[in-house]
């Protein structure tokens, strides 16, 4: 009977087997469909070793789409965008399982904080849920800094390194304390100058309208601005004495991606990029009194084009003097390392997997 069936069991043997080592070759590789503020962007990375940030990005993808607007001026979701929703998200579901043969446990939907602030976001995960049987997350505004921190520094740095990541509203980041126990806590900081805001703040200090746009005027007030941000950054480190200690600056957000952009203008492939205060005072020197050199390198680069279409010259130089006085204000910053976590539109999906990892601790 055996020897009958003997090809058959062989068959299913081998069938298994296949099955078996597909499935553990794909145990390392996670994917992200994130539906942000302004676009669904999609990312996967095949982790080596979690705890060292040691990941390969296989895939990113972008769709843009003013989804923010639109809930800021309906106080919810039009059907147009959850009908877009939906249909990009199966589109690339569809796209990264045929080509990388996911763990459908190891594949992540989440929405960014500002959809909680739409009155029909259950209408939206009803439809994510009955289109692809996967809960859609919205990303808790409070957990925010937790996110970038546990996603955008590496585990062996938690207890040694604290990270700021500048945006368009705020500086927020944060760092994690070593307890008794094994027990981690974590300490969020957030300075209320952003990008954006912090040109708003420039400006409502030229009295005269007609120069509100004028560059010499702003650079000047901008200049005249700087002690009250000084006077921010070191109340935030002066209320925070543990950073003075710690070895790495872990720095992320648009500020810093634009500087890095801009200012070493290649191709680094690296997760993190080293920096030294010294190339952002001189790029400082550039967008202030030669701005044209990067408006003629956009002609040619993509990604400079992308920065200058993404911040004006104005909302530039409020990004390097947020950048420039955080550094400015660290205790013995040339004992430091400061590294740019490039990789931004990653860090939430390597939080969600560094939180399902048995080998990192975060629980703070």
């Given at each position: 009977m055996i020897k009958k069936n003997k090809p058959q069991i062989l068959f299913f043997i081998?069938?298994?087997?296949?099955f078996s080592l597909?499935?553990?070759?794909?145990?390392?590789?996670?994917?992200?469909?994130?539906?942000?503020?302004?676009?669904?962007?999609?990312s996967v990375v095949d982790v080596n070793n979690i705890r060292k940030a040691d990941y390969k990005i296989l895939y990113f993808a972008t769709d843009r789409l003013d989804f923010a607007a639109h809930i800021a001026e309906k106080g919810e979701l039009p059907q147009e965008d959850i009908n877009k929703i939906g249909v990009t998200v199966v589109d690339q579901l569809k796209k990264i399982k045929t080509d990388f043969k996911l763990l459908e446990e190891n594949i992540f939907i989440v929405a960014a904080p500002v959809f909680s602030q739409a009155r029909n976001i259950d209408v939206l995960?009803?439809?994510?849920?009955?289109?692809t049987n996967k809960n859609l997350d919205v990303l808790n505004v409070n957990e925010e800094a937790k996110t970038l921190v546990k996603g955008a520094m590496p585990p062996?740095?938690?207890?040694?390194?604290?990270?700021?990541?500048?945006?368009?509203?705020?500086?927020?980041?944060?760092?994690?304390d070593e307890l008794e126990d094994d027990k981690l806590e974590f300490i969020p900081l957030e300075?209320?100058?952003?990008?954006?805001?912090?040109?708003?703040?420039?400006?409502?200090?030229?009295?005269n309208p007609n120069q509100a746009n004028d560059m010499a005027t702003y650079q000047e007030k901008a200049f005249d601005f700087n002690p009250v941000l000084r006077k921010k950054v070191k109340a935030l480190l002066d209320a925070n004495p543990p950073l003075a200690k710690k070895n790495k600056i872990?720095?992320?957000?648009?500020?810093?991606?634009?500087?890095?952009?801009?200012?070493?203008?290649?191709?680094?492939?690296?997760?993190?990029i080293p920096l030294t205060l010294e190339d952002v005072i001189n790029y400082d020197a550039i967008l202030k009194n030669n701005f044209v050199k990067f408006t003629n390198q956009a002609k040619t680069n993509k990604e400079v084009a992308r920065v200058l279409s993404t911040y004006d010259q104005q909302y530039l130089i409020s990004a390097n003097n947020i950048l420039q006085t955080c550094l400015e204000s660290i205790p013995n910053l040339q004992s430091k390392k400061v590294l740019f976590v490039k990789e931004g539109q990653v860090i939430w999906l390597i939080s969600?997997?560094?939180d399902?990892?048995?080998?990192?601790?975060?629980?703070?």
């Open positions: 081998l069938l298994n087997l296949f597909n499935a553990f070759s794909q145990k390392s590789v996670y994917a992200g469909i994130e539906i942000g503020r302004r676009a669904i962007k999609v995960k009803a439809k994510i849920n009955t289109l062996v740095d938690f207890a040694n390194a604290f990270l700021l990541d500048i945006g368009a509203q705020t500086t927020k980041g944060g760092y994690i300075l209320d100058f952003g990008t954006m805001t912090l040109t708003d703040a420039v400006k409502k200090t030229v009295v872990y720095l992320s957000g648009g500020a810093v991606w634009a500087f890095a952009t801009l200012y070493y203008n290649d191709e680094i492939k690296e997760h993190y969600y997997i560094a399902r990892s048995k080998k990192v601790n975060t629980n703070f």
